[in-house]
């Protein structure tokens, strides 16, 4: 190993508690192709147990710090060939530990446009600016004097050239320039104000109109709306310390550097070069420096917020392998539908018209009834768009006139965010090239009752709608973020090799899109997969590949029982030393949890395998292919709470969570706007960060506290305390329905309204939903700033 790798181990075993070791071999695993699932969970004994949010937290700060020592030995390149490289200074080089310390080290050698500092040293100012720095006692207008020639006419031009060479020298003082950043980091304002005219174009942003916070302190929420009002010119942004106080110890700073403490004519020059220093070129670029920091601290803290949001929805509980039938509301343009079985397939469609203006209640409730009986329905998904209560009362209404003795399917609320995206794209078109774009989403819709992973991983995540500030975050960081979030989620579940989708496939990995639409070609021209050792008869897909996915696939009854768990083939070994130990055949053991109790892992262990492999393979055999999601469960919404006017403080309702952002948490309770559940409302103790306590999917119970239906703001509740705002009862459960809880503690939900920032998710093809918080929160500026 180099130094330069030792020292990069070193310092990323110290970010993620692990050892050198464990990173140097994880990051050769992954330089040799690896991918980060496969190394997670096959690779543990390589490792030492390093999980996936460790190995991606490695993966990036690998390259991070690649790149760093890559422009580092630049650096000394690029000094050295000057000639001006020093030990000292490749000692500084060397122990720089950021970029930014390695750019402020290289600033005095950089090649650099003409600055005046340039041009005052070829006027021969520079033995000015050491005369008057050697000699304090004379004025330095005397000094100057001296220096007066054509290109310098007077004592003040000679001045400020001098003034110039040393301002730049002071910029290029990498020990002070860090000194500087450090104390603005520390005592530093971020301050906004109005740009006078935009007073009304720019409303939502009111509460930023004035506004002066601590920069250090300042919430990832509230820096990305100032961010987002000054790129739209409604406010101008300042970051500096406090003009009293703050300024007067940062020209001190300057100042300590110039040795000027006397009271000598040329001390108090010197000073006031300090001064100017600060105000004309520190003040800009720590402004810019801070800016940039800002910008990357909430733009990481946006992108880790969406991330959680996005796991959290793709691994909601799936309602299972069922008849199910899906319903995409509308009014004018009727209530999509479209039945489909148990593994996805489309069996029938139709348009239903209950609602305006034809009113046909009756033969809606007909063709309901008739998709049910005549296709086995046991699942109603009903996307929470406009019409969704009122569709959702129609089925409640239809399924009680089923006849006596029949089991009436199950209804549930479905999150559609996303559905008219995939409805109208070319995966879609290739899927159902037959069939009309509307009724696309109510396929989607049914699916994603179903199993959401699948059908979620047809969408960009950018469409879901769990985001904060998406739209305003670097995209390409955003994207990379998600894509692993997917990629480790997809992996988590497994993926059924027989009857996945090419976008499921994609994500499993080793695989990508051409791998996917090949094995997907191949399934169809020759049939399903007997076993997972036939992947390697699909054109270009080799052994490597092979080795990373073929654990994450799994094939249900094919010939070799193994292929149904999460066992990898290269492991079938030991798993059949395991089950030969038993006595019994493979199939009977597989499932059945007491039948490996008298066996000890620890006798399993062999050279290549560790114990760690080898408990993954026991827990395999006990329960194959377990699914790593919770159980699947519903909210109830309550009946005759339908629109935000139907609220009133103090109801208790049950909701579920679309969204969690760093100041609370979105829910939906069926009035087509999600109501806001402050952070500080998440529980009855501290809470700092939301995700403790909530994470999207949950279905909770809340108190609403707070009305506003003009603003279309409903505030909500999970403490226990009081009935702030009034003691109104809501009806909060049906009489079928237990009573539960009131605690914060949130219920493990499925994707039923779990996917979207706004309860009328998309914009609806009859009218626009509600504005709810675009990207969280322009919507709800005012309550987060009033709150926070």
Same mark, same amino acid.
Request: some cysteine; hydrophobic content about 45%; glycine content about 10%.
């Given at each position: 190993m180099?130094?330069?790798?030792a020292?990069?181990?070193?310092?990323i075993?110290q970010?993620?508690?692990?050892t050198?070791?464990?990173?140097?071999a994880?990051?050769?695993?992954?330089d040799?192709?690896?991918t980060?699932?496969?190394v997670?969970? @096959?690779?543990?004994?390589?490792?030492g147990?390093?999980?996936d949010?460790?190995?991606r937290t490695?993966?990036?700060?690998?390259?991070?710090l690649?790149e760093?020592?890559?422009r580092?030995?630049?650096?000394?390149?690029s000094?050295?060939?000057?000639g001006?490289?020093?030990d000292e200074?490749?000692r500084?080089?060397?122990?720089?530990?950021s970029?930014?310390a390695?750019?402020d080290?290289?600033?005095p050698?950089?090649?650099?446009?003409?600055?005046?500092a340039?041009?005052?040293?070829?006027n021969?100012l520079?033995?000015?600016l050491?005369a008057?720095q050697a000699?304090r006692?004379t004025?330095?207008?005397v000094?100057a004097?001296?220096?007066?020639c054509?290109?310098v006419?007077g004592?003040?031009e000679a001045l400020?050239?001098?003034?110039?060479?040393?301002t730049?020298?002071l910029?290029e003082?990498?020990?002070l320039?860090?000194?500087?950043?450090?104390?603005m980091?520390?005592e530093?304002f971020?301050s906004?104000?109005v740009?006078a005219?935009k007073?009304?174009?720019?409303?939502k942003f009111?509460?930023?109109f004035?506004?002066?916070e601590?920069?250090?302190d300042?919430p990832a929420?509230?820096?990305l709306a100032?961010?987002?009002?000054?790129?739209?010119?409604v406010?101008t942004?300042e970051?500096?310390p406090d003009a009293?106080?703050?300024?007067?110890?940062?020209?001190?700073m300057?100042a300590?550097?110039?040795?000027c403490?006397?009271?000598a004519p040329?001390d108090?020059?010197l000073?006031?070069v300090?001064?100017?220093a600060?105000? &004309?070129?520190?003040?800009?670029?720590?402004?810019?420096?801070?800016?940039g920091e800002l910008?990357?601290?909430?733009h990481e803290a946006?992108?880790?917020?969406?991330s959680r949001?996005?796991?959290?929805?793709?691994l909601?509980?799936?309602?299972?392998?069922?008849a199910t039938?899906g319903?995409?509301?509308?009014?004018?343009?009727?209530?999509?539908?479209?039945?489909?079985d148990q593994?996805g397939?489309?069996l029938?469609t139709?348009?239903l018209?209950?609602?305006?203006?034809?009113m046909?209640v009756r033969g809606?409730?007909?063709?309901i009834?008739e998709?049910?009986?005549?296709h086995?329905?046991r699942l109603?998904?009903?996307?929470?768009?406009?019409?969704?209560r009122e569709?959702?009362?129609?089925?409640?209404?239809?399924l009680r006139l089923?006849?006596?003795?029949?089991?009436p399917?199950?209804?549930?609320? &479905?999150s559609e965010?996303?559905?008219s995206?995939?409805?109208a794209s070319?995966?879609?078109a290739?899927?159902f090239?037959?069939?009309d774009?509307?009724?696309r989403g109510a396929v989607?819709?049914?699916?994603r009752l179903q199993?959401p992973?699948?059908e979620?991983?047809k969408?960009?995540?950018q469409?879901?709608g769990v985001?904060?500030?998406?739209?305003?975050?670097?995209?390409?960081?955003?994207?990379r973020a998600?894509d692993?979030v997917?990629?480790d989620?997809?992996?988590a579940?497994g993926v059924?090799l027989?009857?996945?989708?090419?976008?499921?496939?994609?994500?499993?990995?080793?695989?990508?899109?051409s791998?996917?639409?090949a094995?997907?070609?191949?399934?169809d021209?020759?049939g399903p997969?007997?076993a997972?050792k036939?992947?390697?008869?699909?054109p270009?897909?080799?052994p490597k590949?092979f080795e990373q996915?073929a654990?994450?696939l799994?094939?249900r009854d094919?010939e070799?029982?193994?292929?149904?768990?999460?066992?990898?083939?290269e492991? @079938?070994?030991v798993a059949?030393?395991?089950?030969?130990?038993?006595?019994r055949?493979i199939r009977a053991i597989m499932?059945?949890?007491?039948a490996?109790k008298?066996?000890?892992a620890a006798d399993?262990?062999?050279?290549e395998f560790?114990l760690p492999?080898?408990q993954d393979?026991?827990?395999?055999?006990?329960?194959p292919?377990r699914?790593?999601?919770?159980?699947?469960?519903?909210?109830?919404?309550?009946?005759?709470v339908e629109?935000?006017?139907d609220?009133?403080p103090?109801?208790?309702?049950?909701g579920?969570v679309?969204?969690v952002a760093a100041?609370?948490?979105f829910v939906?309770?069926?009035v087509?706007q999600?109501?806001?559940?402050h952070?500080?409302q998440?529980?009855?103790?501290?809470?700092?960060?939301?995700h403790e306590v &909530?994470?999207?999917?949950?279905?909770?119970q809340?108190r609403?506290t707070e009305?506003d239906v003009?603003?279309?703001?409903?505030?909500?509740?999970?403490?226990r305390?009081?009935?702030e705002?009034?003691?109104?009862?809501g /009806?909060?459960?049906t009489?079928?329905?237990?009573?539960?809880?009131?605690a914060?503690k949130?219920?493990?939900?499925? /994707?039923?309204q779990?996917?979207t920032p706004?309860?009328?998710g998309r914009a609806?093809r009859?009218?626009?939903?509600?504005k709810a918080?675009?990207?969280?929160?322009e919507a709800?500026?005012?309550a987060?700033?009033k709150?926070?």
């Open positions: 180099t130094q330069t790798a020292r990069i181990a070193s310092v075993a970010e993620i508690a692990a050198p070791a464990q990173v140097s994880a990051a050769a695993l992954l040799q192709g690896a980060v699932p496969f997670a969970r @096959y690779r543990k004994e390589v490792t147990g390093l999980d949010t460790q190995l490695l993966a990036d700060r690998l390259a991070y690649r760093m020592e890559a580092r030995a630049a650096i000394l390149n000094i050295q060939e000057q001006k490289l020093t200074l490749a500084a080089i060397v122990g720089a530990d970029k930014a390695l750019e080290i290289y600033l050698y950089k090649p650099k446009r003409r600055t005046k340039m041009i005052a040293r070829e021969g520079e033995p000015l050491r008057i000699d006692a004025p330095p207008e000094l004097e001296g220096y007066i054509e290109a006419p004592v003040k400020n050239g001098a003034r110039d060479i040393l730049e020298e910029a003082n990498a020990g320039l860090g000194r500087l950043r450090d104390f980091r520390r530093a971020i906004s104000r740009v005219g007073e009304q174009e720019g409303a009111s509460d930023y004035d506004q002066r601590k920069w250090a300042i929420h509230r820096a100032i961010l987002r009002a000054s790129k739209l010119e406010v942004v970051i500096a009293e106080a703050g300024a007067p110890r940062a020209v001190g300057i300590s550097v110039l040795d403490a006397g009271e040329g108090k020059w000073r006031d300090a001064g100017w600060w105000r &004309v070129k520190f003040t800009v670029s720590l402004y810019v420096d801070l800016m910008r990357e601290r909430a946006a992108i880790n917020v969406f949001n996005l796991k959290d929805l793709l909601a509980a799936p309602a299972g392998a069922k039938l319903l995409d509301p509308g009014i004018r343009t009727g209530v999509k539908a479209a039945v489909v593994t397939k489309l029938e139709a348009t018209y209950p609602f305006q203006p034809k046909d809606a409730q007909a063709k009834l998709l049910v009986a005549r086995g329905v109603i998904a009903i996307g929470n768009g406009t019409a969704s569709t959702e009362a129609l089925v409640a209404d239809t089923m006849p006596k003795g029949a089991t399917p199950t209804k549930v609320v &479905v965010a996303g559905a995206v995939y409805s070319e995966l879609a290739r899927e090239p037959d069939l774009v509307s009724l989607s819709i049914a699916r199993d992973l699948p979620l991983v969408i960009t995540p469409s879901i985001g904060q500030y998406q739209h305003d975050v670097d995209q390409r960081r955003l994207s998600l692993a997917v990629e989620a997809v992996n579940v059924d027989n009857m996945a989708s090419a976008p499921l496939l994609a994500q499993v990995a080793g695989l990508g899109p791998l996917a639409e094995i997907v070609q191949h399934r021209a020759h997969f007997p997972r036939a992947l390697l008869k699909v270009g897909l080799g590949a996915c654990g994450f799994r094939i094919g070799e029982p193994l292929d149904a768990s999460a066992v990898h083939p492991a @079938y070994g059949r030393r395991i089950v030969a130990a038993c006595g055949d499932g059945d949890g007491g490996l008298g066996l000890r399993f262990v062999t050279g560790g492999t080898v393979i026991f827990r395999e055999l006990e329960k292919g699914d790593p999601r919770p159980e699947f469960r519903t909210a109830t919404f309550a009946a005759g629109a935000i006017g609220l009133k103090g109801m208790r309702l049950e579920t679309t969204n100041f609370g948490a939906d309770i069926g087509h999600d109501g806001l559940v952070v500080s998440l529980a009855d103790r501290f809470v700092k960060d939301p &909530v994470k999207a999917g949950d279905v909770v809340v609403v009305v003009a603003r279309k703001r409903i505030g909500l509740s999970m403490r305390g009081g009935d705002g009034g003691q109104h009862r /009806v909060a459960k009489p079928d329905q237990p009573s539960r809880s009131r914060a949130p219920r493990q939900g499925g /994707v039923a779990a996917a706004t309860a009328s609806s009859d009218k626009p939903a509600a918080p675009g990207g969280l929160g709800l500026l005012a987060m700033k709150k926070t």
